[in-house]
């Protein structure tokens, strides 16, 4: 189906489905060139967006018809719940509110609403009406909701520390909720000061200082001068030239210091800790080089395994301890891989990266029988992870057993109303929303059904949906959906021209666009294969393509081109290590060029990728190449390894 008549498809079909869920008539929507309605109507989400309720209000008002009534009334709620800075209004108005929820229960849209309204009950300690609307809160999958719904529940007298402890861990979701959380904790008593202190050195080594400053409250009479507090996050050499004075909050404060020293300069951290550490406790030592290890370790640096080795049974974020183990793996240290996963908490190290690393530590001490145990925990995930696990049972990678459905089966999905809306925010390059109303109906449905949904999404041609949808089966599947492979004749010419393998192109795309043509990144980036239009400019001038424009560079057949010949060009520059020509494509190949500098000797490929410094990247050349093994036992037809395509990096 053309691209122009898909259009036509899907706006035809969004009117009929739109007439039957609302009696305005419909007004067809077409992101290349809204009519006045919906430039009215996106320009209402974004005051959403800041929270300018006078505006938003003023533009509902313009559009009393929209054929999308209960977005226009949740855009004009939402921003009377919060202020211009994001936090919740205490005097938010509760009627609109309840009335929205009632008259689109069991909505999507009406879950957001109750998200947003559960953060304003939290504000307030409102927790009779927070419960009643928590309980019916779907998707619970908002940190700051987590914590006031643990407020509740202290409310009540119970014991939430534990639970606490296991939330708390990423301060870039805290939000207010989890700030008077940790209050209420001290205040009860649940939290210890050490634990206080333990959430300031996290928000502060993960740079989220505003966070810090505000827990530091709730330290109440233990709180120290803001004059010290302010020398050891922002003059830390000038703090510690101090001396340590023997007093906890004085050794709570240098170890703050130290981790804001060890953001800038982890040898100087080191070198200035060395000096104070006899005054301390074996656990502030401990905690001291653990942060002194974690800087170190996201910067590559060789110390980092030895002042890691310094903080065994400290207590650490979990970044701290996720970096504690990559660098034991590039010391190429099994044990220290073993002792540093073990003392991982329990959510972190039953994840399916550490679970395979713990199970290769033991079977590098010999206890074969075990490790396999372990291995056999993640086999039967399709992932990095599991394929890697599958292999060290002496497996190949296959795919399972193809599911087929019926027409009927899929035509009966037309009828999902939350597919109609989705496609009409596509339409707008909605995107949030658009997947918000997918994703909504996904939750209840049957493998049967979810292939059925992706079977429906690739005949309208939405190929991210198709992907997405598929990937959510349990026990029945369809990888020819789950690693969908459109455009194939173009794909196919163009990697056979740069001598790529057609898998790995696939495995790329699916990574970088999941086949969105007018996909387009926050920095730039565009089309399928994402690419940015400086880098687009020089692959078109090296293979005397000419000087292109964004609108060809985004064209399926320009992009495809000009994206193949760029992986083949970082290939070619990297020996032909799909490893690291992957991640030199997502991260430009001076980095990559850099981290195979930084070895001391050669390393899997496995190791290699587990320990590149960003997550983006990490999480990218992971998936890309466990992509490819699919597309390639797909293609091939016969059983593939990812351990031979990801091989060893050598300095």
Known sequence: MSKRLNRGYLAAFARILLVACSTASAVPLDADSPAPDDRIFLQLRDAARTNDAAKAAALAAQIPNYPVPSYVEYFTIKPQLFDSQ???????????????????????????????????????????????????????????????????????????????????????????????????????????????????????????????????????????????????????????????????????????????MARNDPAMAAATFSSVAPSLTAQERAIGWGTIGYQAAIKRMPSAADWYRLSANATLSNPAYEWRTRSALLAGDWNMVRWSIEQMPPALRSQPSWVYWHARAVKQAGDTATANEEFQTIADQYSFYGQLALEELGQKITVPQRTTVTDAEIVQMQTVPGFALSQQFYMLNMRLEGNREWNWPLRTMTDRQLLAAAQYAKRIELFDRTVNTADKTKSEHDFTLRYLSPFREIVERDAKNTDLDIEWAYGLIRQESRFIINARSEVGAGGLMQLMPGTAQLVAKKIGFGPVSRAQMNEINTNILLGTNYLAMIYNQFDQSPVLATAGYNAGPGRPRQWRQDLRAPVEGAIFAETIPFAETRDYVKNVLSNTVYYAALFEGRPQSLKACLGYIAP
């Not at 805290?174 to 206080?196: K, R």
């Not at 505003?210 to 803001?226: F, S």
């Open 86 to 260: 994001g936090h919740a209004r205490i005097d938010a108005p509760d009627a609109p509110v309840l009335s929205f929820l009632q008259k689109y229960d069991g909505q999507a849209i009406a879950d957001r609403l109750r998200n947003d309204y559960l953060v304003v009950l939290g504000s307030r300690h409102d927790w009779k009406n927070f419960q009643q609307q928590y309980s019916r809160f779907v998707l619970n999958d908002d940190t700051q909701v987590k914590c006031y719904a643990l407020d509740a529940r202290m409310s009540k007298g119970e014991n939430v520390a534990d639970a606490a402890r296991a939330l708390l861990v990423e301060p870039k979701w805290y939000g207010d909720g989890c700030v008077d959380l940790i209050g209420a904790l001290a205040e009860s008593g649940q939290f210890t000061t050490d634990d206080i202190w333990q959430q300031i050195r996290l928000t502060y080594e993960q740079n989220y200082t505003t966070t810090g400053l505000n827990i530091v409250d709730a330290l109440g009479q233990e709180k120290p001068k803001d004059t010290l507090f302010d020398d050891a996050v922002n003059k830390p050499p000038i703090y510690l030239a101090r001396g340590v004075m023997p007093n906890t909050p004085a050794h709570q404060l240098m170890l703050l210091a130290i981790t804001r």
